[in-house]
């Protein structure tokens, strides 16, 4: 008498989790390449971590397992804190306490100890990253904009970048310091005691290599 056995198809796990990749709160909106490059690195993250995937943020309840979080820029402490997120087990991405920290304006010195800055400002990051960065200022105020100006047109010209800008956005070329003051006229005073405003050397005939 032949023993019969019966075979039953393997029933896939359920996930573990759901990686969840999203737009950072107050950030620019990614253009379709950009959105789709942060999706596939969340997908190979799901992959790897045998979690679910998904796209935006929506309820972050999930399928009921641990969330992962892949954002497109820095997280603010109080948005991450607001997710859940408590540590590297649950993001893909930075935290910082401050907007000004996820901009360019970091990269650069202030004009000298007496400018204007956010109290949280930390000076040593700028000089210790100087070398690795175009000759350029970091400002907070109107009078040292132009100050900072000054200086940096001494030695040919200058470009005025908003640091929540990105992909060369809003940035201009100028000449002159009366350049720089007309071209603050479009930056309202909270924004630029807040986030500041970048002056770097201007390049000319750029060649990338990569």
């Known amino acids: ?21 999203f737009s950072a709160p107050g950030c620019e909106p990614l253009y379709a390449h950009e959105r789709e490059a942060i999706a596939a690195v969340a997908r190979t993250i799901a992959t790897l ?17 641990r969330l992962y979080f892949v954002p497109d820029d820095s997280l603010l402490a109080s948005d991450a804190a607001r997710l859940g997120i408590n540590g590297p087990q649950d993001l893909f991405g930075g935290v910082v306490p401050w907007r000004f920290a996820t901009t360019k304006a970091i990269t650069h010195e202030l004009v000298d100890d007496l400018a204007e800055r956010p109290k949280e400002w930390s000076t040593g990051f700028g000089r210790t990253v100087a070398a690795g960065v175009l ?19 001494r030695h040919g010209l200058a470009r005025l970048k908003p640091p ?35 002056l770097e050397a201007d390049l000319r005939d750029v060649v990338t290599l990569s």
């Open 1 to 21: 008498m032949s023993e019969m056995t019966e075979h039953r198809g393997t029933q896939p796990s359920q996930p573990k989790g759901t990686v969840i990749a």
């Open 164 to 198: 929540l800008a990105s992909r060369g956005q809003d940035q201009h070329i100028v000449r002159t310091v009366a350049d720089v003051e007309r071209l603050l006229e479009r930056y309202r005073s909270p924004d630029l005691d807040e986030y500041g405003l970048v």
């Open 49 to 65: 971590k045998g979690f679910a995937f998904r796209q935006g943020l929506g309820h972050s309840s999930g399928n009921g397992g």
């Open 135 to 153: 000759p350029g200022y970091t400002v907070f105020s109107r009078h040292d904009a132009l100050r900072a100006a000054q200086r940096l047109l």
